[in-house]
């Protein structure tokens, strides 16, 4: 198994482009999270989806858009690229049925916006 | 979910025990106690999980004091690939957000 899967690994981007990052997993696992992690703190949760055909907002969903294309699939999309979206950009997934389940992470997408 | 507590960074020898301290005072009883870490930008990676009882896994132990207020993630024989950043991370059990906090920078040194 790949586990969770990113693309790009790198992007750069002018302020004002928009880009989508993907993000797939092959463990069947139901739920999906973005996180964003800026430099020297921890992870901020951006959307979730508990399951196929939901989303939820996190914490700093604000100039995000997220779809979960089926279940193995979440992509986070950038309308208008800001300088402080400049982050590197974490997937997760997670199975549900057992309450207590751990998150898998994807390897990151850095994100540098100029 | 609770707020967690944790010292900004630790120094451990290699191969003695690392012992890292987590305050969750305002833990509810529905709540799980989480560690992950993360090495060298990386994404975060699951080590052990516990509700009240002490746990023990492959990777490390837990420590729950018995009034849940404060936990320790024990790592037996540390090693340098041991060096990273340890989150601990309160939540409730039925939902699957993560709230991180700045975690514990721990250096193993040869």
């Known amino acids: 198994n790949a586990g969770v899967t990113q693309t790009p690994k790198f992007q750069v981007l002018k302020t004002g482009q928009s880009m989508t990052l993907q993000c797939a997993q092959d463990?069947?696992?139901?739920?999906m999270y973005w996180y964003r992690q800026d430099p020297g703190m921890g992870l901020r949760l951006i959307y979730y989806?508990?399951?196929?055909?939901?989303?939820d907002k996190g914490e700093v969903p604000n100039g995000y858009n997220v779809s979960r294309l089926n279940k193995r699939e979440f992509s986070l999309r950038l309308e208008s690229a800001a300088p402080s979206q400049t982050s590197v950009y974490f997937c997760?997934?997670?199975?549900?049925?057992?309450?207590?389940?751990?998150?898998?992470f994807g390897p990151g997408t850095r994100l540098t916006v100029l | 979910d609770a707020k967690t507590t944790q010292p900004t960074s630790m120094d451990c020898a290699e191969g003695r025990a690392a012992n890292l301290p987590c305050n969750h005072s305002?833990?509810?009883?529905?709540?799980?106690v989480y560690w992950y870490r993360q090495i060298h930008s990386q994404g975060p990676q699951y080590i052990i999980h516990?509700?009240?009882n002490n746990e023990t896994n492959e990777m490390a132990s837990l420590i729950i004091t018995e009034d849940r207020k404060s936990s320790t993630l024990i790592l037996p024989h540390a090693t340098l690939r041991d060096t990273a950043v340890y989150y601990c991370?309160?939540?409730?059990?039925?939902?699957?957000?993560?709230?991180f906090g700045q975690g514990t920078t721990l250096q193993v040194k040869p």
């Open positions: 997760a997934s997670r199975a549900t049925g057992i309450s207590y389940n751990e998150q898998f």
């Open positions: 463990m069947n696992h139901n739920s």
């Open positions: 989806s508990a399951s196929e055909g939901t989303t």
């Open positions: 305002t833990i509810s009883g529905n709540e799980y």
């Open positions: 516990g509700l009240k």
């Open positions: 991370i309160v939540r409730v059990a039925n939902t699957g957000k993560l709230i």
